[in-house]
């Protein structure tokens, strides 16, 4: 992101919230973001949570998107009584007076925080506090966090707990820059939040500030951390190839249009030294749109359709990733 630094919102924090490396590692986390809004990332996560709850998972969706939740609608959900703003501001103490049922076997939904002025900007510890609530009270196989667009420190902090880091494109100019633009945020967020360790903040706000003569990828991170503290320089590089982005183009017409995803992974991997993976594309489908005015998801409502049938091998996907055999719910 050229000429600009990710740091936004309230959480000036470079080290992240506390206590997330002690997660236990068998719950798996799953972070839905863009660079921009109108993409269709809660419509990936909200059925994305019914394909994985489909083959014999437990999940629980929570909507992130701190400054415009409408997770709920996607899923048939009225405004539910409570919601994330009543665990983060008014005094609930677990996380399940706070879930709802969402009429699928399997899938919870923690609708997100009505009062979005105020909610968009969560203080360091609400965060801290939803952070380590949602890791410790959860017994979901998958976590799902349908985050807000942009590069604010609650979506980048929120991507980058996750296990599955997903990033929802669409093949359009203007969406593939938003989404180098968040790969980039999140990855010197990463960056940010171990840059105190080793002694590098001024060459990570260089390479945040110019194209010309700056660190532009991990590669040349790396290298200048090895010139000045060479025992540094491998535990570096190991935490930040752990950075890693899971692809998802959606609204493909045409064959090129699925093709976006392995030109953007080849890209990154050339040109940022970051790995991605492209999970596949989802065909542009009149269904997914039907099936959002109906307040539906589009996996129950036409579960034969190309979308849908695209969303089924993502979950696949990340199913076998994770080691999971898939149950015949997805083919």
Known sequence: MAGTSPRAGNDASPSGPAGLARRSRARRIIAVGGGKG???????????????????????????????????????VGPPESTLSDFLRR??????????????????????????????????????????TLLSQTTADYLILDLGAGTSFNTLDFFLIADHGLLVVLPEP????????????AFFRKLQQTEARYGIQDMVEGALSTREGA?????????????????????????????????????ARTD?????????????????????????????????WRAVRKRKPVLLERPDSPVSQGLQRIAARILTLDGISPESAIP
């Open 215 to 251: 660190l532009r990828t991990l590669h040349d991170i790396v290298a200048q951390v090895r010139r000045k503290a060479p025992s540094d320089a491998e535990r570096l590089e190991r935490e930040l190839a752990a950075f890693h982005v899971r692809l998802v183009v959606n609204q």
């Open 174 to 185: 203007t969406s593939v820059e938003n989404a180098y633009r968040f790969v980039k945020a």
């Open 91 to 132: 005094g609930k103490a677990n996380l399940e007076e706070v879930m709802v049922s969402t009429g699928v076997p399997g899938l919870s939904l923690i609708a997100g925080a009505q009062d979005s002025l105020d909610a968009a900007n969560l203080k360091y510890a609400q965060k801290q506090k939803l952070l380590r």
């Open 38 to 76: 109108g993409i269709g990332k809660s419509m990936v996560s909200a059925n994305l949570g019914v394909a994985l709850a489909q083959a014999g998972q437990k999940v629980l969706l929570v909507d992130a998107d701190l400054g415009g939740a409408n997770l709920h609608t996607c899923l048939g």
């Open 256 to 288: 090129a249009d699925e093709k976006v995803g392995a030109a953007m992974v080849s890209a990154w991997k050339k040109f940022f030294g970051i790995d991605m993976d492209d999970l596949g594309a989802l065909r542009h489908d009149d269904e997914a």
